[in-house]
């Protein structure tokens, strides 16, 4: 058996290698030689990467020669001898760049020139614009638009590169067709914005230009740059000209009617359509990019499929017509360029993890092939152990399971043998009975009060170990509901019968264990309303239907625990000033945090005593009495919301809200004589009876007396500070009789209305 074992994991291994060696694809390394960096140049670089992306074999190497001739030619010379697989080349000039061109092309390298051209034909492809065509366009252009008759000056681009000879070339002929157009000067700059500029200024500053005679100067009309920067430059030029004139140039040629036009028409900030968009350029050009059909181009020839030598690429007259909708255009694609990237980078990520992958797969397969036998053989060893341990692991932890659940179901009885025991210790008939009974009583509450300590070490040992975590620990205190007998039918609740020292609270009750409730209901019943519930969700309906003074609610129970219970008891508008004690077997200090956390206002663990959980629910009764006294103030002190009302604190600021919404109500429909309990809960999202119960728990008196109260605080204010009689004073603050007011407001303040004043 493990001979075959062997076998197939050799198969495997073998199966391995032959993918990895058929995956194996050609890299293809593209030298970029740029003439310079630009605007232009930095979108057609990012075009050419975004290219790349389609093909997970391609390396690009960008170099710039900052139109330097020397640099170029040096850095061409580096590709050649990197090994390059195919250059694209924009050379600086037309005839200085052509020998380390041919170098690469005599080398077996393929060649393609992009943008600008070579004296020399050893190239293998050229992609780029129709310069002489934009300069002929942008003649045409120009004589329409001032109708064949004016004067034009142009700035040229860096001497001896083939667009500026082109774009020269193209212009002249164009102006050719017009005799009353007027070519002024052709002035020589190298595409910088500075170099448009300063070519200006010396014209301006030229004998030619400047004569003794200004009105004789030649106003110039048009200035065509051979790019939008130099186009630019020339207008700062003539823009100072005018501004702040010199004796030493002419300024009557240069003025504010004169027109400017570029070529390059980029879509960036500060570019050539943004320029035509603020009427800066009244035209420009777009000079194509296209770095992606440069890419293309690229792997056509490196992989051998068909392509043209000549590529020309289409460009377009940019106006103020189209300015803006290029404008949104390129945001468009700017955004999507962004969605594209990120992507991109993602799946360089994943490619870079799957490339360790295979080197560990790869470094791993000699390795494995010579230990496979022992592997195999290792493996079946360890899989023999790793189950013994397993079977041992589970046989300690259902030990463990079973102490942990045993100590905690023990918790609820020993709850029902010490409280009663100690209920039983303090009766009259305990007081009487033999010594020998009184001996015996003692017994068992040592023996209980043992066996509670004892429960309690189990649990802190087992809190202890090591390997225990959260997850069993829930399961454990889960376990403690499936024994556990759920009485169904106390959904309705069932005050219990009260005795004479019974107050006027009521206390509901929540826990699945039958003895528990019965034993709660002895401990309380002689003080509190009872109501009773067997798990979370009927409390829950309870405390919402009745709205009960104080809950005591188990942990543990089925349906709805009490930290759910808890927590959306606290949330509900109608039941979140109701205190909750929280009484349970789940006596770790994480549990307690758990019980603080989800709202409770007091937390008491099985065993406990009587005496203490009647101290924690008259304390947290005593508290709410505290509070009754501050929403009383609140409501009744004075007709402004926030005037004199004291601030609530984080403890009481929802039960604050709730209080100073009744108050809106009925202030603002104070004079409404039909003003009523009704209305006000409708209002307010509550029921006549939650109005009732929850306003009495807060402020000790009823909606309708707090109504009655703050309509007679009105009126007192009205009486006091205005001329109106008793009857116009009861009438706008709601009585619908003048004599149902006048005792009313006696009963409250000792006088009649019409003693106010006096």
Known sequence: MIHHKSRIVVLFVLALLLCACSGSKKRYVIGVSQCSEDIWRDKLNDELRMGAYSYDNVELRFASADDNDDKQIEQIDRFISDGIDLLIVSPNQVATITPAIDRAYDKGIPVIVFDRKTSSKKYTAYIGADNKLMGRELGEYIAHRLNGHGNVVEIMGLKGSSPAIERHTGFVEALSRYPGIRLLASLQGDWTE????????????????????????????????????????????????????????????PSPTTLFCGIDALPTAGGGIECVRDNILEASYIYPTHGDEVM???????????????????????TKENARVLLMQNEETIRQTGYVNQLHKQANEYLRQ???????????????ALLLLMAVVTYLYLRQKTKINRERA??????????????????????????????????????NASEKAVE?????????????????????????????????????????????????????????AGGDGKTDHSVLIVDDNDDIRAYLRTILQANYTIFEAADGQQGLDIAHKEVPDLIVSDVMMPVMNGLEFCQRVKDDFVTSHIPVILLTARALSQHQVEGYRSGADGYITKPFQPDVLLARIDNLLRSRVKLKNLFTTTITTTEKTDASAPEPTDIVQQEHEFITRFREQVVRDMANSDLNVESIGQEMGLSRVQLYRKVKALTGMSPVELIRKTRLMKAHELLQTTDKTVSEVAYEVGFSAPSYFTKCFKDEYGMLPGDVKS
């Open 194 to 253: 500075q170099s448009g500029q300063k070519a200006m200024e010396n014209y301006l500053k030229s004998p030619s230009t400047n004569t003794q005679h200004p009105s004789a100067a030649p106003h110039i009309d048009f200035v065509f740059g051979q790019n939008d920067r130099m186009a630019i430059g020339a207008s700062k030029a003539l823009k100072q000209s005018i501004s702040t004139p010199s004796p030493s140039i002419n300024t009557q040629h």
């Open 296 to 318: 293309q181009l690229a792997m056509n020839i490196l992989q051998g499929k068909p392509y043209d030598k000549e590529n020309l690429l289409k460009a377009a007259i940019v």
């Open 354 to 368: 799957l490339g360790y992958q295979r080197l560990l797969t790869l470094s791993a397969v000699g390795i494995v």
């Open 394 to 431: 589970q046989m300690a932890r259902q030990q463990l399971d079973f102490y942990t659940q045993a100590s905690h179901e023990l918790r609820t009885p020993l709850t029902l043998i010490e409280g009663p025991l100690a209920q039983l210790a303090a009766t009259n008939d305990m007081q």
């Open 440 to 496: 015996m009583l003692d017994i068992v509450q040592r023996n209980t009060a043992q066996l509670s300590k004892l429960v309690n070490k189990i649990l802190d040992v087992q809190v202890d170990n090591s390997w225990k975590n959260d997850a069993s620990a829930q399961k454990i205190e889960g376990g403690g509901w499936q024994n556990s007998t759920v009485e169904t039918s106390l959904a309705v609740p069932t005050p219990a």
